[in-house]
Every structure is written in C-alpha cells, then in structure tokens.
C-alpha cells in the first residue's frame, strides 16, 4: 500500500485500515490484467467490504492461491462473491451449475450459499486450475458440497443434459466469452422453471456498446445478449459496475419456461 492509500485508510481507523489493506494489496498484485480502476471505485468497494462482507481468512487465502499459480484476475471481488451468495438464498437455491471455476473463489461462495444439503456443479476445462480450485475447497471444507467436472464447459454441460440431471436452481456463466451464447443454450435446457441465470464481465470496459469490435470476447457478449433479448422465455436485465476490477457488469435473468 503507497503513502496516498496508507492517508486515506487512516481515517477509517486502524482496524478498517489493515483490512483494506489486505484486500488492496492482493489486488495491486494483479492490477496489470483487469481494466483501470479510479481510486475512489476501489476505495468505495473495500469499505463494502469490511463493513458487510467481512471476508475470511480461507477466501483471501483462494485469491492469494490464484495469484502465485499464475490464475488469471477474473474471478468476483468479494462484495459480489457476497452479492452471489445472497441472491442463492434469496431464492433458496439448493442445486448450482457454474461456468468456469478458476481457483474456486465464487464456487466456495456458492457452496456456502447452499449449505451441507446442496450441491454446486462447476466446470473448469484447465487442469491445472482445477488441481488448485480442489485444494482449495479442502481447505474451506466445502468438498463434500461441490463437484467439479474437468474438460470443455460445452461437452460437460451436454452430458449433464444427457444424464437427464436434476434442473439447477441458478446458474453463473463466467466462463469464455465467446461460448457465452452457447452457455446460454445450455442454461435454459438444465435451469428449472423460474431459475436464475446470471452472467458476469458482460460491458467489457465499455466495448460491449461498439458493434465493431474485433474481440471475439465482445462479439459474444454482444450476441449473448441480443439472444437473450429474442427468447420470449427469459426475463433479463443488466447492470455496470466499477471498483475494484474497473468498469464491468452483469446480467441477471429469469427462465420462465
């Protein structure tokens, strides 16, 4: 933490302060791969942090894993891993599927989200990532409720619909971009009547609204969302967000069926 961050944690109190710095601190090491973020944007998101997420010991220490095995910085921050966490028990999701794992960090959230009865399904095709994202659901003692399936999203998610899987409850797409469209498809087949899906990085720093775009990543994005938009069958919206990992956002929707 710089001189100018250690002056502006200092009015919040030492306690504040040393969390905060905590968080900064394992964020300044992956700054280099997200989008820009203003200093008052991470300030704000820190002070969520510490005054209604409290996040542990076990989650930073999934963050700090990511970062020393090379993971790339794209997993939730902690005040929307808690967002996750809050719209699972909203509506009492017990069965969750999601699209890309990383080191596991919004897997544990949802795993405590469901409980010891529920179950999480996360797909990883990298299997180093899946190697670390184990230990680290040993180490939050959260094994017992997730299942994690290696290899392509699209081939494991056709299975689960071969298998003829009991329907998810709510379903988290932040996987690659490009399949986004896909995943969705596949979402609409495993989620049950009124389940929700949300998708994370759907503005992309802005590029989301430049049709021109050459990034496959925003192409499909883009068609991500015009598709949703044509399905009479979902009822969606979206919302940009800044702090800690720049500017970005979400769509969340629901499948009526």
Request: with cysteine.
């Amino acid at each position: 933490m710089d001189v100018a961050d250690a002056g502006r944690y200092k009015k919040w109190g030492a306690k504040t302060a040393a969390s905060c710095g905590r968080i900064y601190n394992v964020y300044l090491l992956r700054r280099e791969n997200m989008y820009k973020s203003e200093e008052n944007w991470r300030m704000i998101d820190e002070y969520f942090i510490e005054q209604l997420v409290k996040e542990d010991e076990i989650l930073l220490e999934v963050k700090k894993s990511a970062v020393m095995n090379n993971v790339p910085s794209h997993e939730v921050v902690a005040n929307q891993g808690k967002f996750l966490s809050v719209i699972a028990q909203m509506i009492n999701a017990k069965r969750i599927l999601e699209f890309g794992t990383l080191a596991g960090y919004s897997t544990i959230w949802f795993a405590r989200a469901v409980g010891l009865s529920g179950h999480v399904i996360t797909l990883e095709i990298n299997k180093n990532y899946a190697k670390l994202a184990r230990e680290n659901f040993k180490k939050a003692k959260v094994s017992e409720i997730i299942e994690l399936i290696e290899g392509p999203a699209l081939q494991s998610a056709q299975k689960l619909v071969n298998f003829n899987v009991e329907p998810f409850d709510l379903i988290f797409i932040d996987a690659d971009k490009p399949n986004n469209p896909n995943y969705l498809e596949y979402a609409i087949k495993l989620i049950r009547p009124g389940g929700v899906v949300i998708c994370d990085n759907v503005v992309r720093n802005g590029e989301i609204c430049n049709p021109d775009s050459q990034d496959d990543r925003v192409y499909g994005v883009r068609k991500f969302i015009t598709d949703m938009a044509l399905n009479p069958l979902i009822s969606a919206t979206a919302l940009q967000t800044v702090g800690l990992k720049g500017w970005d956002g979400f769509t969340i929707a629901v499948i009526k069926k």
